[in-house]
């Protein structure tokens, strides 16, 4: 599934080609995503302009004046500015053409994400509204992560990518930011001290950061706007290398599953 920093990769991506334009027209090829698609979305979308192409967590949202597109992509989903004259293919789902003769297409092969309509503030809308702060604002701070881990008794990595405490911490971005903060990701959340929690809010706009700069990870079913993969994927430094040896110590990365996901670590790194 893209992760944050795909997500704000590909908005980055679009937003040139978007902003201030008009939209013209919509077509819906596909209404049964993961929640059908509203049938009434050209009307209520044609004739408006986009005055902003925002993301909240992993959803990126079209600002129109009288309400808001919300995409979601999914597992596979993504997203690509084509000329009008591009035929669509099997997956793709939904157009949006605007006025510059440009259209932002979704293609989402499995069917898992999303394209809705939110009238008025978006914050208010039940996919948004129990949402944790963004990682990278300045709400997400030590003494509020600290705050929220206090007493917990479940693993540290389980309470930073639980999305109503912070949200975009997915799975590799977890592992790589106990990485560097040199957090053990079975610690229980309540053990860690103040100091330590600053080192991974610290670690964890680091990782995110990183990311987005060199385009998000490289996964099976994600490329960005322009068509082109992300390159973080070649500097991970523990996610996906199990046996390998620590980039720090040498010792080699082990891997366990908690909750179902892979979770790697250097034993001798992370306490």
Known sequence: MPELPEVETSRRGIEPHLHNRKISDVIIRQHKLRWPIPKNLPSLATGQKIRQVCRRAKYIYLKLDSGSIIIHLGMSGSLR????????????????????????????????????????????HKLIAPLGPEPLDDEFDTRYLHD??????????????????????????????????????????????????????????????????????????????????????????????????????GNNIKQITQQGRSTFYCARCQR
């Open 148 to 249: 929220r881990a206090s007493k917990r008794t479940c693993s540290i990595k389980s309470l930073i990518m639980n999305s109503h405490i912070v949200v975009g911490v997915g799975n590799i971005y977890a592992s790589e930011a106990l990485f560097r903060a040199g957090i053990n990701p079975k610690r229980k959340a309540g053990n860690i001290s103040l100091l330590r929690i600053q080192k991974l809010v610290d670690a964890i706009k680091l990782t995110l950061s990183l990311a987005i700069e060199q385009g998000g990870t490289t996964l099976r079913d994600f490329t960005g706007s322009s068509g082109q993969p992300g390159y973080f994927a070649q500097k991970l430094l523990v996610y996906g290398r199990t046996s390998e040896p620590c980039t720090v110590c």
């Open 81 to 124: 500015i084509c000329s009008a004259k591009t035929a669509p293919q099997k997956h793709d789902h939904i157009d949006i053409i605007v006025s510059s003769n440009k259209i932002l297409r979704l293609r989402d092969p499995r069917k898992f994400g999303c394209v809705l309509w939110q009238p008025g503030d978006i914050d208010e």
